[in-house]
């Protein structure tokens, strides 16, 4: 039997659609963006890149649970996801 893809608006999940979201609509993050999808590199990297941004820029949240919840949404984002729907938009 073949296993049923879920999606939310489109995009892998929740967490995909959310993180395009918020970087497609904020000027700043969305020109960073532009950047990094018009720099030089596969898919890969550049989703990487956009994956090790987002996680630096994680705030602190010690050992808590809103650290762990917090880490695994973004565990689930489908950062190769991101950058094609910004890539397409250009």
Do not use: F
Not at 6 to 17: A, S, V
Not at 48 to 73: C, F, K, S, Y
């Amino acid at each position: 039997m073949a296993k049923e893809t879920q999606t939310y608006t489109g995009y892998t999940n929740y967490e995909t659609w959310a993180v395009c979201l918020w970087l497609d609509n904020e000027e700043y993050s969305s020109a960073w963006l532009h950047g990094v999808a018009d720099s030089e590199g596969s898919i890969y990297a550049k989703a990487r890149r956009v994956e090790q941004a987002a996680t630096n820029a994680m705030p602190d949240l010690g050992a808590t649970m809103w650290a762990d919840l917090l880490g695994a949404a973004l565990g689930n984002v489908n950062w190769r996801e991101v950058i094609e729907s910004h890539m397409q938009r250009l």
